[in-house]
């Protein structure tokens, strides 16, 4: 088994070479879907740590993107394992998006990605969306799960407006409504109506799992 916590520092160093050998040894060992689930833990948590890092001034956007790339190609190397294959069926449809006045999009991207290995079929309509755009979505997709992601204090607002207008089209009670971002809190669920939320997407990928089963 990989040392998750070397994976989690060599990722929040940026040391795109030291993940790439990780994960190889890793994935030589033949791990279990479960194993692999405790590495992408370990990735999230390793972007965590580059968070705070900008946060604290260490590092700029450019770091970001480039942590962002790594975990990127990460869960490319982990996907098979966990969706057991190219050829699994989808499991269900997730709507997910930055809602109206954010655009930041790294959360959710690493949501995606964790969702797509589950088996989930993502439609990802983007950032800064207005409610309007997520009710559509849901009605072309006739989706089981929306997802919506901010990070800036004003998609509170954002995140309650999107929900009622679900509710105003007659979809609420079709989807489960998951919040997630560093704006996000049990207060603020219950505030926007959402039925759950979290600032891992990990956790959020094995709800999303509970609520199909």
Known sequence: MIDTAMLKRTLGDLNEAGVDELLSRFLAGNPTPEEAQQVVEACQQGMESVGDNFEAGVY??????????????????????????AESK??????????????????????????????????????????????EAVKSSGADIV????????????????????????????????IGGNAVSEETCQFVGADYWSKNAATSVKKGLEYLS
């Open 60 to 85: 700029f956007v450019g770091d970001l993107m480039y942590a962002a790339q790594i975990l990127t190609d990460a869960l490319e190397k982990l996907k098979p394992l966990m969706s057991g294959g």
């Open 90 to 135: 989808t499991i269900g449809t997730l709507v997910i998006g930055t809602v109206a006045g954010d655009i930041h999009d790294i959360g959710k991207n690493i949501y995606k990605a964790l969702s797509e290995a589950a088996g989930f079929k993502v439609v990802d309509i983007g950032i800064d969306q207005k409610p309007e755009a997520f009710v």
């Open 147 to 178: 997802g919506l992601s901010g990070v800036l204090t004003l998609s509170i607002t954002s995140m309650k407006n999107t929900i009622e207008a679900l509710k105003a089209a007659g979809l609420r009670d079709k989807v489960k409504v998951m």
